[in-house]
């Protein structure tokens, strides 16, 4: 039977390998490396101090924090929540955990949010972006796994910076989406009053996209958290290495317990980060008003809102 | 209650040649699509719209549009939806850029002008306001307002200033604190035109500000437009799908169809000697008693002398007038009225005095009346005194003519 190959092969794997072994990893690689400080410096920054916090101060800030923004309940939740994770002995390998979600999705949001206002004020440059964000989000990301080991190393950083790709798309598609969705009158309102470009994206359009915006960071930041295990392959600790070594050793236990500690440390930021999208009008309310609604019998406010 | 309203509030002596020019467009032409220059050719050679969108793709959005709007005037664009309106009042802030042509505010070409340039000019010159309001539902009522001098980079404390005075003109001060959607349609376009105001920009552009509004709504709004015009002299150049509201706001009223002016004029000259079947068809619904002022039905002011006249020579210049009754003057000032009737019954009956034959209570209106206000005038069978400022007899309406001006050309 014939087949093309019959007649061509094409030896992608060895011109790949060439290209990675050959030619990036050798020139490159003192500039990969680079890259890595300022990872670097912010994951220790972040690391050092959430392992420093004593838990009870850092689980009231949270739940208070979650208590402003997204009501009363997600707070219980985060104090019932973390106070479990704590029960069953993972506090510092959700620490972990949680400064290298944080820090990849900071420099996601750093990267992202200014890819997607590029994006969205150029048609060309959203036609060259959108395969390469289908590449990335389609890619499955052991594949990158191997480069990145060669380039930059084993360990934490290089965990991050997987993370980082894997969950860079959804924030600049919805900046993107966002600014392109502002109604068209309101551009030519700003634009009629002699605004700037600048002026026009800070006053009129990023306030106006945020909602949007806010949505691509709570998908980027889910999509960081369901990295934390691939991650731990190449280095990275936390609740992906108790996960991780827990299914070398056929130990479900462990398994399970980090992969709770993972499902609940989601559950949490996705309802702070969710609310955060809402509009800003709604939440300024006094800490006096969310007292009063807290100790009310019938709760008013956000359920009527909502 | 409404008062009746009308269609010529405001006096229309100003021409554009008699004041400065603000806004002056010279042949402009706005195509839409990949080729605009070879459209332009093809237009130029005398193709059709449809024609070109054949041949192109590309389609004719303004054509040939050419006008001049005088400081403190109301220009109205009047055309159904599609017929380039709103392109062509985009193209006056440089939203849009023409194809070809100049547009002209004040010396500065915004059709040819750099990005900076016309920043400038909509920043000190121009303010716009729009269908849909285009309020930001991010700010509230008095950021909103001061939207236009935030970005000329006035400080905090003189924008609050300004925005509070501009929202006091339109009545909407106490709402300074509230969100644009927390107020009615109505007062949201109150919101968009104190917006407007307070950039002090001396030319404002309306692009159907009052159309998303109810009816009544839009009446108020129209007479509030006029009632702060008359106080701040803007030059306003406004877009409506209404004739009724480009009669009653407009100095001028420009009539668009398929991108080009089909006629340019007063409403009286539009109303009186439409161009073509097109806007005669928009005219025939319209009341020509709000149109017509008493001056297009006002004859010369012939007048009797007291002083030199007498009941014989009085009825002589009747007859040869042909005419039923004069007014009788005393230098400037206006006596009276004498009828044919009475005159020849007093010659007949004491010897003929003029000065006792003098109808003292006599119709009057200015020239600016419009026709409807003249019925109850007309009843009496006296001819009607038109008097000017200086209260002396500036001509006068025989009543027939009152109601032979309001039948249209077709009928008659």
């Not at chain 1, 709604?282 to 359920?303: C, H, Q």
């Amino acid at each position: 039977m014939f087949s093309p190959s019959d007649i061509l092969t094409i030896p992608l794997a060895d011109w790949v390998n060439s290209f990675v072994r050959d030619w990036l990893v050798p020139n490159f690689r003192p500039f990969f490396r680079s890259l890595q400080w300022p990872i670097t410096q912010v994951l220790n920054g972040l690391d050092g101090f959430l392992n420093a916090v004593p838990m009870i101060a850092f689980t009231l800030v949270l739940a208070l924090i979650a208590w402003r923004t997204a009501g009363r309940g997600v707070a219980i939740f985060t104090l019932i929540a973390l106070a479990f994770i704590d029960m069953i002995g993972l506090w510092p390998e959700t620490m972990t955990t949680l400064s290298m979600v944080v820090t990849a999705v900071l420099f996601c949001t750093v990267i992202g949010i200014p890819i997607g206002i590029a994006a969205a004020s150029s048609n060309r440059f959203q036609t060259v972006l959108r395969p390469i964000l289908d590449i990335m989000q389609t890619i499955p990301s052991f594949v990158y796994l191997v480069p990145i080991v060669m380039l930059f190393g084993v360990g934490m950083v290089p965990g991050i910076i997987a993370t980082i790709i894997f969950a860079l798309p959804p924030i600049v598609r919805l900046t993107n989406l966002g600014i392109r969705n502002v109604r068209g009158d309101l551009v030519e309102a700003a634009q009629s009053f002699g605004s700037t470009r600048w002026q026009m994206l800070w006053d009129v359009q990023f306030p106006l996209a945020l909602r949007t915006i806010m949505a691509g960071l709570n998908q980027t930041l889910m999509l960081a958290l369901s990295m934390v295990v691939i991650a731990a392959l190449i280095g990275a600790g936390g609740l992906g290495l108790t996960v991780f070594t827990g299914l070398g050793r056929l130990d479900v236990g462990n398994a399970t317990a980090g992969g709770v500690g993972i499902v609940l440390l989601a559950i949490i930021l996705d309802r702070i980060t969710q609310s955060l999208g809402e509009p800003a009008r709604m939440r300024k309310t006094s800490l006096r008003a969310t007292l009063a609604t807290l100790f009310s019998p019938k709760r008013s406010g956000r359920d009527g809102e909502a | 209650m409404h008062e009746p309203f009308r269609y010529c509030r405001v006096e229309r002596s100003l021409l554009p040649n008699e004041t400065k020019i603000k806004v002056e467009a010279r042949s402009i032409f706005k195509v839409f699509g990949t080729s605009p220059h070879d459209a332009l050719q093809l237009l130029k050679q005398g193709k059709s719209k449809d024609a070109i969108f054949e041949a192109t793709g590309d389609t004719i959005g303004v054509q040939d549009a050419s006008f001049k709007v005088g400081e403190g005037q109301i220009f109205v664009v009047m055309g159904l939806s599609g017929s380039g309106k709103s392109t062509l009042v985009r193209m006056i802030n440089g939203l849009i850029a023409p194809t070809s042509g100049k547009m002209l505010i004040d010396d500065t070409d915004v059709a040819n002008c750099s990005g900076k340039a016309l920043r400038a000019v909509r920043r000190s010159k121009i303010a716009m306001v729009f269908q849909h309001f285009a309020l930001f539902p991010h700010m509230t009522v008095a950021d909103n307002v001061a939207y236009g001098l935030k970005v000329k980079g006035v400080g905090a404390d003189q924008r609050r200033k300004k925005a509070e005075a501009a929202l006091d003109q339109v009545g909407l001060k106490a709402h300074a604190d509230s969100y644009p959607d927390e107020l009615s349609g109505g007062m949201q376009q109150r919101v968009g035109l104190a917006r407007g105001l307070a950039s002090e920009a001396e030319i404002l552009l309306m692009d159907e500000p009052f159309s998303a509004l109810d009816p009544l709504i839009r009446r108020d709004m129209q007479e509030e437009l006029l009632e702060l015009q008359r106080s701040l002299k803007k030059t306003i150049i406004f877009i409506t799908h209404d004739l009724n509201e480009a009669m009653i706001l407009g100095d001028r009223i420009a009539i668009m169809k398929d991108g080009r002016f089909v006629q340019v004029g007063t409403a009286e000259e539009i109303v009186d000697n439409p161009a073509n079947d097109y806007v005669a068809a928009f005219t025939a619904d319209i009341d020509r008693s709000r149109v017509f002022t008493a001056a297009s039905v006002a004859t010369a002011a012939e007048a009797l002398e007291i002083g030199r006249d007498t009941a014989e020579s009085a009825i002589a210049r009747m007859e040869a007038l042909g005419r039923d009754a004069l007014y009788v003057i005393d230098g400037k000032a206006i006596l009276g009225a004498v009828a044919y009737r009475d005159l020849a019954a007093s010659i007949r009956d004491n010897g003929g005095a003029l000065r006792e034959a003098i109808i003292t209570d006599f119709p009057k209106a200015r020239r600016t009346t419009p026709l409807f206000e003249l019925y109850p005038l007309a009843e009496g069978g006296l001819p009607i005194a038109i008097i000017d400022r200086q209260g002396k007899l500036a001509g006068v309406v025989a009543p027939q003519d009152v109601f032979g001006k309001l039948a249209t050309p077709t009928a008659a």
